[in-house]
């Protein structure tokens, strides 16, 4: 079972705690269904704020579970389908720098190693994301309108197996580093006896889950 499932309830609580409780508004069901729709729309919007991103942490026994979601504008500086080669760099070398976690994730102990990442890129690439021989005034005004429109999320999740997770206390997040345009990362970590949420920055970027 994926262990993030339980994390469910702990979002709400702990994003309550950071006074973030517009983000955990689509969780009253008590709401006409017109309403809910509203509401989860709002929520979306606020919660898709260029400069923040969400850390997702569960240690359960020997497995470690980190999910982190952020608009893609903060992970290649654009939200839109890439219109030119320089753009589809750009998000290979993002691709690159999230399919690292050595470089992201420092863990203070546990003797964890990866076993399973995935990272999704797909909100803003696919096949034909970007086509030579376009008419360049059409092809520059389709991407501004896109740029504008365009609420794109790039995520990314890790797997760890930690033979000695009792160890593990305190874990570094590398991502603003790597990631200058996020100023904060809301995290929420849950273990077997703790749970908790910080708000993480260049200057305080460690969670103390012990």
Not at 30 to 38: I, N, T, V
Not at 64 to 89: C, D, M, R, W, Y
Not at 135 to 158: F, G, M, V
């Amino acid at each position: 079972m994926n262990i993030l499932h339980n994390i469910g309830a702990l979002g709400v609580a702990c994003l309550i705690s950071l006074n973030l409780s517009a983000e955990s508004s689509h969780h009253d069901h008590h709401h006409e269904h017109s309403h809910d729709s509203e509401v989860a729309q709002q929520t979306k919007q606020q919660a898709h704020l260029h400069g923040y991103a969400e850390l997702t942490l569960a240690l359960e026994g020997s497995a470690l579970e980190i999910s982190f979601e952020s608009p893609a504008a903060n992970i290649v500086g654009f939200e839109h389908k890439p219109t030119s080669n320089e753009q589809l760099q750009v998000i290979d070398s993002a691709q690159q720098i999230l399919s690292s976690p050595a470089e992201l994730f420092s863990l203070s102990a546990g003797n964890c190693s990866l076993t399973e990442m995935n990272t999704d890129f797909s909100a803003i690439l696919n096949d034909e994301a970007f086509a030579s021989g376009h008419n360049e005034s059409a092809h520059n005004e389709s991407a501004h309108k896109a740029e504008q429109e365009s609420h794109s999320e790039i995520t990314a999740s890790y797997k760890f197996h930690c033979p000695q997770g009792e160890k593990l206390n305190t874990i570094g997040v590398n991502l603003i580093n790597r990631f200058p345009r996020i100023e904060k990362i809301k995290a929420m970590w849950l273990t077997a006896t703790k749970q908790g949420a910080v708000e993480l920055t260049a200057k305080s970027n460690l969670i103390q889950i012990k």
